[in-house]
């Protein structure tokens, strides 16, 4: 065995040093499989705060890079091993420590999935809202990592909200605790936000106090077909502009709605050009989904169709989570991520389809259109080198045109090796800089999960 | 005059840069007029960013010290003059740049009043939440800088919620552009939360991207009085276990309604030991109300008085607003703003109660109790050398008190001046040299409203 291999085995409990190549292979990578992947030295499964300061303080002392995991479902390739590093994956540290109805918090490990956080909750009448589509495997680690959205975000918001404080074990083995356990409180700089979406470059989080809310009610949805994205959007825009706050506002174009009715038979309707799912949870609910129905039908909608139940609601929530894996049927995908500010959203659509026509490929859009977040989805394939090379033009041109309409590279799913380019253009030289000396201020050896982010 | 001045006359218009001593003198303190203050060489008020940029660059390369400034209404001398600086004050920059219904949005600078900004935003039917007491007279700016909270917070949180992205002066003049304008973003690390609550440490701030909400229904209001703050303080914690989110839920004690009562004719009930405010603004609020008034019945209280009408309610809240300034007839007033989780703060009045009766002086508190923050505002003599030593004793005894009980030293007014010794006690080790290294970062030469937080 190796030095390294030797030294972390002399400090973790026997079994959680993994040198087997067929496990670590299934390892190496997140959601983003065509990004590329170093190959590993080790793959170690900590249990505990103090075996993961033991991988750190062995890590620096002998210069290897960290790359912290959870249940790798990121789709920015966040989580790829970089050459001879140690993988780090938190996925056995998943207990629920606190679950507290008064202070409506949780404390929990960071290897918790969170949708076993939210079904913990919901027996106490709480809920965590953060909810992306990956809930059932994602962990609680990797959706502090990424700044995490979800579908509930357009009236529950994302990830650092829900975050009051943090453990974190630092490069050099050392426990910083930020943040409080407290509603409220601004003791010092914010550091707790610092580390979410910060992918694992500053400090490895082995612990987190979390916010609850009381559990809504049951969310009542309607589904509206429209002649035109553009015309969805005027929807969209309307609704928000009459005061409403949908628990869900979530749009899919044609390609989306084809691709779901084939992989989950869910009857979604054929013809529409793009279908809007809204929904409200709360105690006016039906008056709500009225209103939205009336002004979508003026802003041209051809059909309104309100669920009759929960049960038809869920079905239309469930046929919108089904989107990414219905794609992935139709070859290679590139999940993009750019949000731009809600009222420049048909212009986006309308971008992204100029773009698809010009690179000859198929890309089926997606959109958390009460947020703006669009996530448009490139198939192609990957054994066909021209596809790629278009692949990566189309990928390339939407992130441009949503820098162009005032958005952002990434509204949820953070930078990790696909969008690093884009980071440095999005930030500019001054913020740049300034991300880069914190970098090195938290991470003077460069030794934790280099390459992402810059 | 001096080098300094002339270099900052040639860059700024005629008239904003202030020598007159009886007009610096006033722009000294903030409102925590007890903590030192130096002399300040010069007192500027710039109108744009680039005289911002000009007043730091000069500050740079002659070493000068500079406090940003807002309205003077902090509480924690975070605004104080040290000696020989420049007084940056901000008011002049009071323009709403944007106000943007379709994206919920405010575009604004620093310098706008946190009332101003608020009935703008009613006009289009929106709301800016964040409401401090001060709100008709404090800046945004400032708010900002303190990460201020109020009253709203228990359902709407506070200011750093609704800072989507900023504009920020570094200390060698250079212009950073934080965040975004999109509802969602996670684009590199969060720089926009480390500015708010860093108190003018890091950066001043010339501009902000503010999220709005629509606009809610008029709050309904009950007063319930209890025989003890304990009792209402369960009360407290079987209104949150039940699920409900009030609008607002403050507390003040016997001392405090008193001299509501006195200040301003108010009306309370004198009798009370602790007098509870519960309001709620959502559809059910009438439903919601009466089955609060039932939970504070069962925990103790002696008489339950809801609201009539809109304007009683308003009435109610007037006279928690009144609270501080009402406290401060009693004396020179101490306000500290400890947070604890809400299960714990029926401990933390108590224990308040004690120190005041071991120190022989008059605290009156006042509670965010919905969120487990509170004001004990300590009157005294400032004339009184022994009386002034007390004071200083109990403010540190309830800081002490709050660490113990899992808060935190500060909920919503920063550390300024008055906390510094405290927040390396809260911060820990680790943390504070962190922390420091962070200010090293952004300010290398240490220029940037020095001796405040640490």
Chains 1, 2 share one sequence.
Not at 20 to 45: I, Q, W
Not at 336 to 363: F, H, K, Q, Y
Request: charged share 20%; glycine share 10%; with cysteine.
């Amino acid at each position: 065995m190796s030095e390294l291999t030797n030294r972390l085995v002399a400090g973790l409990p026997a079994g959680s040093v993994v040198l087997d190549p067929a496990v670590t292979e299934a390892y190496r990578h997140d959601m983003a499989g065509f990004c590329e992947a170093g190959e590993p030295a080790v793959l170690v499964f900590p249990s505990t705060v103090e075996e993961v300061q033991h991988v750190l303080r062995t890590a620096s002392e002998l210069r290897v890079p960290v790359v912290p995991q959870g249940a790798r479902t990121g789709l920015s390739g966040g989580a790829n091993a970089v050459a001879d590093c140690i993988l780090l994956s938190l996925v056995k540290m998943d207990r629920i420590l606190e679950l507290d109805p008064v202070n409506r918090i949780a404390v929990v490990e960071p290897g918790v999935v969170n949708a076993v956080l939210s079904r913990a909750a919901e027996a106490h009448g709480l809920t965590y809202p953060p909810d992306p589509s990956s809930w059932e495997s994602c962990t609680i680690g990797g959706n502090i990592g990424t700044g995490a959205g979800g579908l509930c975000c357009v009236k529950y918001g994302v990830t650092s909200e829900y975050v009051l404080g943090l453990d974190v074990v630092l490069a050099d083995g050392r426990l910083l605790r930020t943040g409080r356990r407290t509603a409220k409180g601004v003791a010092g700089y914010d550091l707790t936000r610092l580390f979410v979406g910060s992918e694992g470059t500053l400090g490895v989080v082995v612990g987190a106090v979390l916010a609850l809310r009381p559990a809504p009610a049951p969310q009542l949805a309607l589904a509206a077909e429209f002649p035109s994205a553009a015309a969805a959007c005027a929807a969209v825009n309307a609704v928000t502009e009459a005061g409403f706050t949908p628990s869900l506002m979530e749009l899919m174009d044609s390609v989306v709605v084809g691709a779901v009715n084939r992989f989950g038979r869910m009857g979604l309707p054929q013809a529409t050009k793009a279908l809007l799912l809204v929904a409200f949870d709360g105690p006016e609910r039906s008056r709500e989904l009225a209103a939205v129905a009336q002004l979508c039908q003026a802003a041209g909608a051809t059909e309104t169709v309100p669920a009759e139940d929960q049960a038809e609601s869920e079905l239309l929530l469930q046929a919108r989570r089904l989107a990414l894996t219905a794609m992935d049927t139709l070859g290679t995908t590139m999940v993009d991520d750019v949000a731009v500010p809600r009222s420049r959203l048909a212009e986006m659509l309308v971008g992204v389809a100029r773009i698809a026509e010009r690179c000859g490929l198929t890309i089926g859009v997606v959109s958390h259109a009460g947020d703006g977040n669009t996530h448009p989805i490139v198939a192609f394939d990957a054994k066909d080198p021209d596809q790629v090379t278009r692949a990566m033009e189309s990928f390339e041109a939407i992130m441009a045109l949503g820098l162009e309409l005032g958005g952002t590279i990434t509204g949820e799913h953070g930078v990790g090796l696909l969008k690093r380019d884009w980071l440095a253009r999005e930030l500019g030289p001054v913020g740049l800089e300034l991300q880069k000396q914190m970098k090195g201020l938290f991470d003077p050896l460069g030794i934790l999960n280099p390459g992402k982010l810059f």
